[in-house]
């Protein structure tokens, strides 16, 4: 029996097959993590601290990017992640006004 959890992973096989799924993956990550941190992260950080966590994510979505290869979810969530912080973002800023 095999236990899929990756909705994204299957489809991708099926459509694409396997060509450049760790890239297309890595980037998948990369942008939906930096919507995440965009849109989570409260505080404005100067150039230099910007630049650095940026750096940082892009090596922990390396990572991140192994797990969602083993068929884990992690781009589904990510996915997840962004939709839920831009409505929270996008009803704060409605109440705001």
Known sequence: MDTSFSILFDMYI???GTDNIYLSFYLLNL???AIAFKLGFARKL???KTIFVYIMLAVGVYILTI?????L???ES???VSLVLGIYRFRLHRERN
Do not use: R
């Open 14 to 16: 099926e459509y694409f």
């Open 31 to 33: 942008i939906f993590g």
């Open 46 to 48: 100067p150039l230099v």
């Open 67 to 71: 797990f969602s290869i083993l068929k």
């Open 73 to 75: 979810p992690i781009t």
């Open 78 to 80: 990510l996915i997840v």
